[in-house]
């Protein structure tokens, strides 16, 4: 939007354009562009968006590609099954997410705003793809913004913020299917909402909450809450790629024929494209969410005045100041080593991560038990398997005295599909070889091996027992005569 527009307002480095004096949001309409980076976003978009529709549906493993069963506490990825004793594992996804966006960041600034963002992916393709389908492009936007209520603009409105819910509504049921699954989602639409209520719920809370996102609220998430465009000035330096304004090249800004102006003509085209409101002729600013819609505008208008595209481009700010740009610096090297730790580690963690999978714990109570003839230590056992067919556990001990011996899961214990179990695995000592062996508390390792595939899975326990000297004074105080019968 052009400075003294209808319904324009001209943006300034003192304030943000999408506020109001008075604290009220000001509505934005960037008019629509076309162009290289514009083609190459939409692309992009595409794909990213058919993936997130797709990813449900696409089965590897008997299981979805992305399928976060939190009722059953297992986590399939990619043909990976991981089980809430896994998650620690999501340290090392997340830090190293968050490492390759400092690195990505440190190189080509806020990139991943305007390109693959999930929030600028559903704003400026889908939801304002819609709007300028239903109410026209900018001027049109804004003409019909001021007009009244008659029944074209209640029409206008009511279809327009139909299909906003719609497409919210569809998004919510895509996202509930990650969690679900598609065909348990289907089975609940076909039920009443009070049957799943909790689903419901989430559904009906993500619609209105997307509803309201990119209905009212749009750019201000990305201005307002999102952290990210604050953290990129400790991310970024003078080095890192930006888009920008030449102003050497660009001021002082003229129409094209006048004597002594630069390249710029001030027809404001950068500013009315623009998603956040800003002025990228200001500098580098806080909203710009390095999307390219001004770079593809400025060039379009460079072309119509044969005049070098480029005025407006991504580059470093050392680069738009005509000095060296440097692409390999301290903080790149940092990054990348950061990186580079956090993959191997992880990649080292997930050679830890089994298909199969056995914890051992003591039982509540006493910590052992002693009769006339053993003294044993109880252990419960919970044998589970990721595997999509029954699986059977044999359980032994491995380097085990063999005075110490085991019970409880002779022949083998066969696990369902995708099942677990428990069973309770005895370890004793007989009385006379407890007290002929036993010199403490010692370790003992339980040991499974599973069929088919043939893991062993290792857990150590603790064999616990009293004094052995406690049984040969007991002895000794059974041997005693009695008192009353050596008096006779």
Same mark, same amino acid.
């Given at each position: 939007?052009? +400075? ?11 304030? #943000? ?7 009220? $949001?000001?509505?934005? $309409? ?19 968006? +058919? ?13 979805? +590609? #992305? ?8 986590? $399939? ?140 609220? *749009? ?104 000095? *060296? ?36 714990? =003591? ?23 990721? =595997? ?6 044999? #359980? ?72 052995? *000297? ?19």
């Amino acid at each position: 939007m052009s +400075a003294g527009a209808p319904g324009a307002k001209k943006p300034n480095l003192t304030s #943000v354009t999408t506020i109001n004096e008075d604290g009220s $949001h000001f509505t934005l $309409h960037p008019a629509d562009v076309g162009g290289r980076f514009t083609l190459a976003r939409r692309v992009v978009a595409l794909v990213i968006l +058919a993936v997130y529709v797709l990813l449900p549906w696409i089965t590897i493993n008997g299981h979805p +590609a #992305v399928f976060l069963d939190v009722a059953e506490r297992r986590f $399939h990825l990619f043909g990976l099954t991981f089980l809430a004793r896994d998650l620690w594992l999501g340290f090392f996804l997340i830090s190293g997410l968050g490492f390759s966006l400092f690195f990505i960041t440190s190189l080509f600034g806020r990139l991943w705003c305007g390109w693959t963002c999930p929030y600028t992916l559903f704003l400026e393709h889908v939801y304002r793809r819609i709007e300028r389908w239903i109410d026209g492009d900018a001027t049109a936007r804004r003409k019909l913004d001021r007009a009244p209520w008659d029944s074209a603009k209640i029409t206008k409105r009511v279809i327009k913020h139909g299909i906003y819910l719609l497409v919210s509504a569809i998004v919510a049921h895509i996202f509930l299917s990650y969690f679900v699954s598609i065909p348990r989602l289907y089975s609940y639409m076909k039920e009443s909402p009070l049957e799943h209520f909790g689903a419901f719920a989430v559904v009906a809370f993500i619609t209105l909450a997307l509803y309201f996102a990119f209905s009212w609220f *749009r750019e201000q998430f990305c201005i307002i809450l999102c952290p990210y465009g604050r953290i990129q000035s400790a991310l970024t330096d003078d080095d890192t790629t930006v888009i920008g304004y030449d102003e050497d090249r660009g001021e002082p800004r003229g129409k094209k024929g006048s004597e002594g102006a630069g390249d710029c003509i001030n027809c404001n085209r950068c500013v009315q494209v623009c998603p956040t409101g800003i002025d990228i002729r200001n500098g580098l600013q806080m909203e710009c969410i390095g999307c390219a819609a001004c770079v593809d505008a400025c060039d379009a208008i460079m072309e119509k005045v044969d005049r070098p595209k480029g005025l407006v481009r991504y580059d470093s700010l050392n680069g738009l100041r005509g000095q *060296r740009r440097r692409i390999l610096r301290p903080r790149i090297f940092v990054y990348s080593l950061m990186l580079a730790l956090g993959a191997s580690v992880l990649g080292f963690a997930l050679t830890k991560v089994h298909d199969v999978d056995m914890v051992a714990t =003591r039982m509540r109570g006493m910590p052992y038990f002693v009769d006339t003839d053993a003294v044993r230590n109880q252990f419960q056992l919970r044998l589970l398997t990721k =595997r999509n067919v029954p699986t059977t556990f044999t #359980v032994d001990l491995k380097d085990a005295p063999s005075w110490l011996r085991a019970s409880g899961c002779e022949g083998g214990v066969t696990v369902d599909a995708q099942g677990e179990q428990q069973v309770t695995l005895v370890l004793f000592a007989s009385k006379e070889e407890y007290i002929e062996e036993y010199t403490g508390s010692m370790e003992v390792t339980i040991r499974t091996k599973s069929e088919p595939g043939g893991t062993v899975i290792e857990r150590k326990v603790e064999f616990l027992g009293p004094d052995p *000297r406690m049984f040969q004074d007991l002895e000794t105080e059974s041997k005693k005569p009695d008192e009353n019968t050596s008096q006779k």
